[in-house]
């Protein structure tokens, strides 16, 4: 319960904030609306923890290598990031670049007249949808090729896939050949310029694997001097490795959050216009995600449910599919994304669990 204490003091400031809202904000302000509000609030906070679970598995999955100092910043200076950054700033940043307008215009724009805001922000979805699928595809896909992976789930498949993983650039080709069949399904007028979003997805995915790896070092003979030169004050090795492979790691979850939040904000324009609702209830996900997250790490659940890690990379991988889809103009219910990670997941608990009783009966016998 002490891992989710902060979430659940955020989320009771969030819905008293909510209720405030709705009850002194709008041409129907009062009772009704304040409940309404509350319950929107709720119901888009609920929408993008199903959406992003397998997120928090996929964080844990990077987070569990790091030390204390780079999980803290990940849970204060992320979450901000996260919050703010991502489910406030990005969507106003979009709308303000698209529509040649001020970030203040936009603002205003977005509190007086969410409407209009929430048009002109659909109205650049495929652009999104481009980006932040590539992004998430490129994930599935290197995870997926993986062929150090120490298990695999669906062995016939993921075995000879990994085969594949030989091939450089395999992940990037099929990436590129899913952005031009999505680019041949959209408008002309703007096939373009949705190519040139699903190209930046892929440029950002790999400068960010660029970055890890300058920062990390290029060697493990430069790891070793590393950890041989630089040593903390009471005499224990600090490798510089695991600082600068922080910052990497950093950076690519942060853009993972990223991609995510697009699917979670497009979403909740469906349910309500209201930028601040909206804020409100995608905050209290993120924050349970973070929360989750480290959870997950302390916990040592991906050590004890082999194959949870793939199953979240799986519900990415539909949720990469989702997104290319919807940028042709397809139309895929939230609830239908949401349930299709939960699906993966709940489905990769039960096939972990029934793998370590497995392992358990062969140890028994063994032993006899």
């Given at each position: 319960?002490?891992?989710?204490?902060?979430?659940?003091?955020?989320?009771?400031?969030?819905?008293?904030?909510?209720?405030?809202?709705?009850?002194?904000?709008?041409?129907?302000?009062?009772?009704?609306?304040?409940?309404?509000?509350?319950?929107?609030?709720?119901?888009?906070?609920?929408?993008?923890?199903?959406?992003?679970?397998?997120?928090?598995?996929?964080?844990?999955?990077?987070?569990k290598h790091w030390n204390?100092?780079?999980?803290?910043?990940?849970?204060?200076?992320?979450?901000?990031?996260?919050?703010?950054?991502?489910?406030?700033?990005?969507?106003?940043?979009?709308?303000?670049?698209?529509?040649?307008?001020?970030?203040?215009?936009?603002?205003?724009?977005?509190?007086?007249?969410?409407?209009?805001?929430?048009?002109?922000?659909?109205?650049?979805?495929?652009?999104i949808a481009a980006f932040?699928?590539?992004?998430?595809?490129?994930?599935?896909?290197?995870?997926?090729?993986?062929?150090?992976?120490?298990?695999?789930?669906?062995?016939?498949?993921?075995?000879?896939?990994?085969?594949?993983?030989?091939?450089?650039?395999?992940?990037?080709?099929?990436?590129?050949?899913?952005?031009?069949?999505?680019?041949?399904?959209?408008?002309?007028?703007?096939?373009?310029?949705?190519?040139?979003?699903?190209?930046?997805?892929?440029?950002?995915?790999?400068?960010?694997?660029?970055?890890?790896?300058?920062?990390?070092?290029?060697?493990?003979?430069?790891?070793?001097?590393?950890?041989?030169?630089?040593?903390?004050?009471?005499?224990?090795?600090?490798?510089?490795?695991?600082?600068?492979?922080?910052?990497?790691?950093?950076?690519?979850?942060?853009?993972?959050?990223?991609?995510?939040?697009?699917?979670?904000?497009?979403?909740?324009?469906?349910?309500?216009?209201?930028?601040?609702?909206?804020?409100?209830?995608?905050?209290?996900?993120?924050?349970?995600?973070?929360?989750?997250?480290?959870?997950?790490?302390?916990?040592?659940?991906?050590?004890?449910?082999?194959?949870?890690?793939?199953?979240?990379?799986?519900?990415?991988?539909?949720?990469?599919?989702?997104?290319?889809?919807?940028?042709?103009?397809?139309?895929?219910?939230?609830?239908?994304?949401?349930?299709?990670?939960?699906?993966?997941?709940?489905?990769?608990?039960?096939?972990?669990?029934?793998?370590?009783?497995?392992?358990?009966?062969?140890?028994?016998?063994?032993g006899n």
């Amino acid at each position: 319960m002490k891992h989710f204490r902060f979430s659940i003091l955020f989320t009771i400031i969030c819905l008293a904030i909510s209720a405030y809202w709705g009850f002194t904000h709008g041409p129907q302000a009062g009772l009704m609306t304040m409940f309404k509000a509350l319950a929107i609030t709720a119901i888009l906070a609920v929408m993008e923890v199903s959406l992003s679970f397998d997120n928090a598995v996929v964080n844990a999955s990077v987070l569990k290598h790091w030390n204390h100092f780079w999980r803290t910043l990940f849970l204060t200076v992320g979450i901000v990031i996260a919050v703010f950054g991502m489910r406030l700033i990005f969507p106003l940043l979009i709308v303000g670049v698209t529509a040649d307008m001020g970030m203040i215009e936009v603002a205003k724009l977005a509190l007086n007249d969410p409407k209009t805001y929430s048009e002109k922000l659909m109205a650049h979805h495929a652009e999104i949808a481009a980006f932040g699928g590539m992004f998430l595809l490129l994930v599935f896909l290197n995870f997926l090729f993986d062929d150090e992976k120490d298990e695999h789930w669906f062995h016939w498949l993921e075995s000879k896939l990994a085969d594949l993983g030989n091939i450089q650039a395999i992940s990037v080709f099929i990436s590129l050949c899913a952005l031009l069949v999505m680019a041949n399904f959209v408008p002309e007028t703007s096939r373009l310029v949705v190519t040139m979003a699903g190209i930046w997805g892929i440029v950002v995915y790999v400068g960010v694997q660029v970055i890890g790896h300058l920062l990390e070092g290029g060697s493990h003979d430069d790891e070793q001097e590393a950890t041989e030169q630089t040593t903390s004050n009471n005499g224990t090795p600090v490798t510089g490795t695991i600082i600068k492979g922080g910052i990497g790691g950093f950076l690519y979850l942060e853009v993972l959050d990223a991609s995510f939040s697009f699917d979670g904000v497009i979403g909740a324009f469906a349910i309500t216009s209201d930028v601040v609702i909206i804020m409100l209830g995608l905050a209290i996900g993120a924050i349970f995600v973070r929360s989750m997250t480290v959870y997950l790490v302390e916990k040592g659940t991906l050590d004890a449910y082999v194959y949870l890690e793939h199953g979240a990379h799986y519900a990415i991988g539909a949720l990469a599919f989702i997104m290319l889809a919807s940028g042709t103009g397809l139309h895929i219910p939230e609830v239908v994304t949401g349930l299709i990670g939960v699906a993966f997941i709940v489905w990769a608990v039960i096939s972990s669990i029934s793998y370590s009783k497995k392992q358990s009966l062969e140890t028994t016998e063994k032993g006899n």
